[in-house]
Antibody, heavy 119, light 108 residues
Framework: QVQLVESGGGVVQPGRSLRLSCAAS????????MHWVRQAPGKGLEWVAV????????YYADSVKGRFTISRDNSKNTLYLQMNSLRAEDTAVYSC????????????WGQGTMVTVSS | SSELTQDPAVSVALGQTVRITCQGD??????ASWYQQKPGQAPVLVIY???NRPSGIPDRFSGSSSGNTASLTITGAQAEDEADYYC???????????FGGGTKLTVL
């Protein structure tokens, strides 16, 4: 079935880096803009970044701009999030989400991967 | 402004009607979508393009919009509707997305 599966989370020290992956299946990955959304423990959803379907454009939330990089490999049906200079406030569950152009909404979400930034 | 404002918590008696609102300047130019999130689960789209329901979403869920306010209405709330609800739209640039702070719905 249509699915997004994240991986790569874990515990990391402040200032270090981590790379998240999101594997897509059962849909034409290259046709969709893809996003990362995070949720800190007990908090609400926060949009993180978007990459257009062909990778031509990327946009970031101010809170991560200059530290995080979103990318994709359409030949591998995989979305990435490279996170550098991590801070304690980056601790959250990171989820990838498919944006339907027709609906202009997130129609498919992954279950998320937990990132904990702590010394 | 790129903010969307929601009431933190709302309660409704079983079978009654509840409205959850989302306010923001960007809603004058962009549609809102609404997501239901239950503990430990991924969000689920319940309303898109301000008024439309995806297949599988009960018709007790409806959406509306006026000016800078989008609303999600549940008519005849059920126990299983107890969840967090988030609105989502674009900021004024159209390239960044933003979520409201979320509304925790309690069904009494």
């Amino acid at each position: 079935q249509v699915q997004l599966v994240e991986s790569g989370g874990g515990v990391v020290q402040p200032g270090r880096s981590l790379r998240l992956s999101c594997a897509a299946s059962e849909f034409t990955f290259s046709s969709y803009d893809m996003h990362w959304v995070r949720q800190a423990p007990g908090k609400g959803l926060e949009w993180v970044a978007v990459i257009w379907s062909d990778g031509s454009n990327k946009y970031y939330a101010d809170s991560v701009k200059g530290r995080f990089t979103i990318s994709r490999d359409n030949s591998k049906n995989t979305l990435y999030l490279q996170m550098n200079s991590l801070r304690a406030e980056d601790t959250a569950v990171y989820s990838c989400a498919r944006r339907s152009g027709r609906l202009d909404a997130f129609d498919i979400w992954g279950q998320g991967t937990m990132v904990t930034v702590s010394s | 402004s790129s903010e969307l404002t929601q009431d933190p918590a709302v309660s409704v008696a079983l079978g009654q009607t509840v409205r959850i609102t989302c306010q923001g300047d960007s809603l004058r130019g962009y549609y809102a979508s609404w997501y239901q999130q239950k503990p430990g689960q991924a969000p689920v789209l319940v309303i898109y393009d301000k008024t439309n329901r995806p297949s599988g979403i009960p018709d007790r869920f409806s959406g509306s919009s006026s000016g800078n306010t989008a609303s999600l209405t549940i008519t005849g709330a059920q126990a299983e509707d107890e969840a967090d609800y988030y609105c989502n739209s674009r900021d004024s640039s159209g390239n960044h997305l933003v979520f409201g702070g979320g509304t925790k719905l309690t069904v009494l």
